[in-house]
Structure formats: C-alpha cells, structure tokens
C-alpha cells in the first residue's frame, strides 16, 4: 500500500462515535494519510491531507483532534444535511448496538437522495464477526452510491478496549493470578485496530467489488494463550480458571465483550487478502506481536513508570522522603537493606515454580558471598548491584516505577545499575532523579535530628554517634572528590533536583514534599473513577449481604440498558447456581440415606451401649474399655 493516496482533492470523510476506542483510532489513522501532492512547499498541512474528517460523538468535546467537525445531538435532517456534503460515511456499529438503528437510518436516507448527489459517495459499515450473518449490505447503482460491510475480528491494540481487563489486571499486579472465564480453549478472531483502519482506508482508495469484506489477522490464538501471554509479560505470568458466568460480576467488562469472550471462530480474510494492498502491523496476531501491543497500552494509557532516585547526607530524611513518594504515586520503595532481606527470605522460601534454574544458582552463591562478608562489616560490591537491579527488573517496577532509597552512592554503582546490558536495561531516562541531598544541609540540624530519633530506629539505622559521624564524613568526602552518584546522572543528561533540609518542622515538611511533587508531576496509574468513588459504601454492603441483594441496586440506578443486561445474565447465572446447589443437596441426601440405614441397624446400637456402658464404668483407657465392649458383644459373632 502506497503511503500517499493517489488523486489531488482530499475527500471528506464521516465517521459516527469518533469518542469510541474504534472510531477514534480510525480517525487518527485516516488523518494521517497525505495526498501525491503538487502543491508548493508552503502549502498548508491540511491541504496535504488525503481526508478531511468530520463526525459525531456524545459530547460536543468528546471529538479527536483529529477531525475537524464535531456533530453532538444532531437531529436526523441535520444530520442527513452534513452526511451530503461527504464522500465517504463510515458507521460503526462494532461497539454500540444502538448504533445499528443510525446507521439503517443513514444507509436508506442516503440512498433515497442518490439523485441529488453532485458526486458519487460511498457508505462503509464497520461490523463485528458476531453479526456477519445478519448484515446484508444494500446494492444499489455502484456507481453513484457504493456500499460495503467490513466485519472486524475482535479489536485489540492502542489502549485495549474487550481485553483491557486482562491488561489492566496484570499491570496493577494486585492479584497474582490472572482470572481466566471459562476453560480458554475457543478460538477468537480478532484484528489490530490500526490494521483494521488500513482495510478501511483501501476500500475508499482502492473500491474492491465483493461488498462484504472479513477482517482478520492469521492468528488462531485461543482465549487461553492471550490472556497467559498478557499475564506473562505484565504480570506473574499465571492464570486462574473461573466459571465464565462470573464475567457478569466484573464491573470493566460490557455485554458486547463479555460476548466477544466467548466467541469461538476460525475465519480467513480471503478478499482482503486477495484484492487489497493493506500494510499490515500485527498480521500474525496479539500473541506473536505481544511487545508491541503492551508497549502502545502502556503509551496509549500514559502507564509510564516514574524513576526516581533519593539521595543525600545520613539523617537527613531519605527514607521518610522516599516512602512519602511512594504513598503519593503508588510506586514501590527500594533499598539494598529492603533488597537483601526479601532475597534472604525468597532463598529460605524458594519458588517452586521457579523455571531459570542458572539465575537461581546465580543468586544463591552471591547470597553466600553476601553471608560471609556480613559478618566482617564489608558487603560485596557486585551483590550490592545484583540485588538491587534484580529489583529494578522486576514486573512491578517496570509497570509502575520504583523509589531507589540511598542507592546508588558512588558513581561506579551508579554506573554499573544503570549502564545498558542488552535489554536489560534500566536507565532513568524518562523520569527525573530527585536527589533529596543537600544544597545546604548544616551538620549541626543532622546532629539533632538523630538525637530525636527513637532509640529503636538509631539502632535500626545504626545511627549511633561513632558509626553517624563516620558515615557522615564519608559522605562529605566522597562530594569533594566527585564520586557520588550525582556525577554520573549528570553525565546521562538526568538533572537532579538539589533540595534544602535545614529544619524538621512539618510545615518545612510539607513545603518540601510540595516541591517533590511538582517536579514529578501527574501520577501514571489507575484513578478511582467518580463513580467508584461515589460507590464504595455500596461496594461494602455487597460484600456483607452478597451478590443477590446487590442485583436490585443496579436496576434501580437506572443506568440504562448496559447495567441492565449485566444485572439480568448475573441473576440468571445466580438462578441456576442455586438450582445447582439444590440438585447437589438432593443427591448428597439420596446418597447418605443407604449408608445412614445401614449405620442405624448394625453399628449405632451396640455402639451406644458400650458408650453408655463406658460412661458408668469411667475407665482409665475409655478406647480400650470400648473396643473390648464392642468385641464381647458383637451381634454377629453370636
């Protein structure tokens, strides 16, 4: 497919819900496309452009920047009047079914103007594989109004959308294992939207004649393989089994893709295999292309990691710092005295899934090294980078970020950390480095904070005044000859931000902190959304009451036909567990009342006369005195 698109007068383009994850992506992508141009070199942007995009969404400010017109509540003669001054009017009814009735409306209002076309148009309905058997495109003269019908496999890609689920679970890392609905093995059709958004642009550039195209990409991947080859790259990289009607109680998932879930389909994309130029991104499928899906979620959602390194005098705050940093933005707090006692722990309690048997080895005999220089008061340089950058490649800290407390001290730690090791590397380029040191730390404000401490953390900290004031004159040396960690983030073009600590007031506190935050920035990570907010008191009498007395809430919420259908396949499913669980009971009564019988008529009463007998007798060893009584007077000895 050629990057520009022949002809020279860009063609005016309508697409329906540009604020939908589909549309918007489509929009983006056709905004793109240039035109084989002869205009001068200071032509303007836009007259370059193949398309002039226009559409309609929700909300007046719920548009793209993308195109240029936004149509918001527009009644049907308006809109009928904008559908006329386009080329090309795509619909898609792939993520809202009240979409379906609009675009009906469209296609048949359209065709009844065909006379007053000054130009021929062409009308695109973007569908999903769920209803290829219910779409019938129109026919009428191609000429004039052409009409095509693209039924999209599952779209993933640029954010997620029927997956996000499963993404967003493994990001967050709150559940180590991954819920997987039903038993994984259907097989879903699906196509990355940017993909699906080159099919679209070659039915406009390059009409085909079938009007009825399937896009799909050539992966056959199961339910299972997604959603384990997610798991294993944001998360644990472990799955749960759960009965797929539990899909109705996740609160992410909508009707439409708790239905994609269970598709079970093997297509082909012949035609557009055949007779279009697409230049495809993800041919092959999510799980082959996995690193490049993860990496646009992650741009998509601005789920970036924040790095960031605290460093300064003993005493002067770090860790207090550090985890207040963390607390702000959900990251996770890192120290080499943190590190070595997890990794201690994790060699005690060693992982029995644990596949990379080397690694393991690896850290055992440096955990060993470690063990024996502890007692002689001299750490192992080589472990003290290992542990930490073992930290700093873990899952959590790729997804969210991580505070480094204290580490790295001196350039040559810095350096080996953070120095590129194939892919392993870890450079905090992206994120600023607040070093929480000194631009003027008086030593005599670090002398009292320390005599204010708790005995239990002077101790802890090794804060006592010999050890304190050696470390202390250390620091201040290793800053006279330049060998700090700071000289090499500057030599990486990473400026820290020098930050004073003269007092331990909590105003000075907080007006610190205040600055910390200001330099970071926005949190990247999951908010609480209003309504979440609003619902938390809700949330909590589900958990006491149950599943059953929550369903009524939501019908009476009236939030409109999407909760509704959730709350009825919820209650149907509830419906039958207990139809389940009553046919259960039934079958345990059935089956225990042959062994009860029997039980009854010969164990039960001689074993009640030796109890009785027992109790009368009160022995010293009752289980002999019984098991005697039972042999004396068994009946069937008699």
Not at 286 to 293: K, P, S, T, Y
Not at 358 to 377: G, I
Not at 388 to 400: A, M, T
Request: glycine share 4%; aromatic share 8%; with cysteine.
């Amino acid at each position: 497919m050629a990057e520009d698109t022949a002809g020279s007068i860009p063609k005016r383009v309508f697409i329906n819900s540009v604020d939908s994850y589909a549309s918007r992506n489509i929009a983006k992508f056709l905004s793109e496309r240039r035109l084989v141009s002869t205009y001068e070199e200071d032509e303007t942007e836009e007259q370059e452009r193949a398309f002039q995009l226009v559409g309609s969404a929700d909300r007046r400010d719920g548009g793209s920047p993308h195109v240029l017109e936004v149509y918001s509540k527009a009644n049907r003669d308006e809109l009928l009047l904008k559908l006329m001054q386009c080329d090309v009017i795509i619909y898609n009814i792939s993520e809202h079914a009240d979409q379906v009735e609009e675009a009906l409306w469209a296609v048949s209002a359209l065709h009844g103007q065909m006379e007053q076309f000054a130009a021929s148009k062409m009308f695109i309905l973007i569908s999903t594989v769920m209803t290829w058997a219910l779409t019938e495109p129109l026919d009428p003269n191609k000429r004039v109004f052409s009409t095509y019908v693209v039924a999209s496999g599952c779209l993933y890609g640029k954010g997620e959308q029927f997956l996000h689920y499963f993404f967003k679970t493994a990001w967050l890392g709150g559940q180590h294992e991954i819920l997987l609905f039903g038993d994984g093995n259907n097989v879903i059709p699906m196509i990355h939207v940017i993909d699906l958004a080159s099919v679209i642009q070659n039915v406009i550039e390059q009409p085909p004649l079938p009007g009825y195209l399937l896009a799909v990409d050539n992966s056959d991947n199961t339910l299972e393989e997604i959603v384990k080859m997610v798991a294993s790259v944001l998360g644990s990289g472990t799955i749960q089994k759960k009965p797929f009607e539990e899909a109705f109680l996740i609160p992410d998932f909508s009707v439409m893709e708790i239905d994609a879930l269970q598709l079970n389909l093997y297509m082909d994309s012949v035609y557009v295999k055949e007779l279009l130029s697409v230049k495809w991104m993800c041919e092959s499928g999510l799980v082959e292309n996995i690193e490049l899906v993860v990496e646009e979620y992650r741009q998509s959602r601005q789920l970036l990691p924040i790095r960031v390194c605290v460093l300064g005098p003993p005493a002067v705050g770090k860790s207090t710092v550090s985890k207040h940093i963390c607390q702000q933005y959900k990251l996770h707090y890192i120290s080499l005295e943190e590190s070595i006692s997890q990794l201690d722990a994790a060699m005690d309690n060693p992982d029995e899934d644990e596949e990379d048997d080397d690694s393991l080895e690896e850290t055992r005999m440096l955990l060993s090294r470690f063990r024996e220089s502890r007692d002689t008061d001299t750490l192992d340089e080589q472990f003290k980078v290992k542990v930490v950058r073992d930290r700093l490649l873990s899952k959590p800290c790729r997804n969210q970020g991580f505070v480094l407390d204290n580490f790295p001290v001196t350039r040559d730690q810095a350096r080996e950390l953070f120095s590129a090791d194939g892919d392993n590397s870890e450079e905090p380029e992206e994120a600023p480095i607040s070093s929480c040191g000194r631009r003027i730390t008086p030593e005599e404000f670090l002398k009292a904070r320390v005599k204010n401490l708790p005995e239990s953390l002077i101790q802890e900290q090794d804060y006592q005044q010999e050890a304190f004031l050696q470390r202390l004159a250390t620091f201040r040396m290793s800053r006279l000859k330049n060998e700090t960690a700071l000289e090499y983030f500057e030599e990486i073009d990473v400026a820290p931000v020098l930050l004073e600590v003269t007092s331990n007031e909590k105003l000075d506190t907080t007006l610190l902190m205040h600055k910390v935050f200001e330099t970071i920035g926005q949190p990247r990570n999951y908010q609480l959304s209003p309504e979440v907010g609003q619902d938390k008191e809700e949330e909590k009498r589900v958990g006491k009451t149950g599943h059953e007395d929550a369903l009524p809430s939501l019908w009476e919420k009236g939030c409109g036909e999407e909760d509704k259908q959730k709350a009825e396949g919820a209650g149907k499913w509830i419906t039958r567990l207990e139809k389940v669980k009553l046919y259960e009971d039934k079958q345990l009564e059935a089956q225990s009342v042959p062994v009860r019988n029997y039980l009854m008529e010969h164990v039960m009463p001689t074993l009640t006369q030796g109890l009785i007998q027992c109790c009368r007798s009160q022995p010293q060893d009752p289980v002999d005195f019984l098991a005697e009584y039972l042999l004396r007077n068994n009946p069937f000895n008699s």
